[in-house]
T-cell receptor
Framework: NAGVTQTPKFQVLKTGQSMTLQCAQD?????MYWYRQDPGMGLRLIYY???????DKGEVPNGYNVSRLNKREFSLRLESAAPSQTSVYFC??????????????FGPGTRLTVT | AQSVAQPEDQVNVAEGNPLTVKCTYS??????LFWYVQYPNRGLQFLLK??????LVKGSYGFEAEFNKSQTSFHLKKPSALVSDSALYFC???????????FGPGTRLSVLP
């Protein structure tokens, strides 16, 4: 049981390049999330997917797109990277049901540097 | 809108002493509250949650938290700190009908031997 996996672990991009961050979970959770973590700012939600086939913007969606490929996979795409997108990116998943939202499980993160 | 405040950037405590990491929240509705811990170069790990019921919640690694509705607080506590508790701690809030989890800025806990 791997939990939440993310690839790649590290990435360096030049300004204007594009890339996709991959995330997969094997816990059969219905909800998945993408966050970015910057020093002193905690985690900020970029996009989330409440269930397969749906996606919604979070607090900081500009410059990003997402795809919920199936129940397991949720990818984050940077179409034209900017230095302001230098950050650590975390994917998370959780189960949301009639009992309320449950805790999130986080992947190990992707450290992205844009030069 | 939901928001979470962690008023202390850094908390220092001696090993063996009790520790408290503070969290206050603002939501329009009944909150679901969470504490997570992050060790260096790792993702966040769940510690405990308050959904409903008893205001004192017990979690992993000997941590507990007290929900106080009148003070809109959810402080994390441990009776006796360990050096291995040194990490970054995040408080988070969610509302059932929304899917968003809103995180606080984090508090760095240093336990000194």
């Amino acid at each position: 049981n791997a939990g939440v996996t993310q690839t790649p672990k590290f990435q360096v991009l030049k300004t204007g390049q594009s890339m996709t961050l991959q995330c997969a979970q094997d816990m059969n959770h219905n909800s998945m999330y993408w966050y970015r973590q910057d020093p002193g700012m905690g985690l900020r939600l970029i996009y989330y997917s409440a269930s397969e086939g749906t996606t919604d913007k979070g607090e900081v969606p500009n410059g990003y797109n997402v795809s919920r490929l199936n129940k397991r996979e949720f990818s984050l795409r940077l179409e034209s990277a900017a230095p302001s997108q230098t950050s650590v990116y975390f994917c998370a998943s959780s189960q949301v049901s009639a009992g309320g939202p449950y805790e999130q499980y986080f992947g190990p993160g992707t450290r992205l540097t844009v030069t | 809108a939901q928001s979470v405040a962690q008023p202390e950037d850094q908390v220092n405590v001696a090993e063996g002493n009790p520790l408290t990491v503070k969290c206050t929240y603002s939501v329009s509705g009944n909150p679901y509250l969470f504490w997570y811990v992050q060790y260096p170069n790792r993702g966040l790990q769940f510690l405990l949650k308050y959904i409903t019921g008893d205001n004192l919640v017990k979690g992993s690694y000997g941590f507990e938290a007290e929900f106080n509705k009148s003070q809109t607080s959810f402080h994390l506590k441990k009776p006796s700190a360990l050096v291995s508790d040194s990490a970054l701690y995040f408080c988070a809030v969610s509302l059932y009908y929304g899917q968003n989890f809103v995180f606080g800025p984090g508090t760095r806990l240093s336990v000194l031997p």
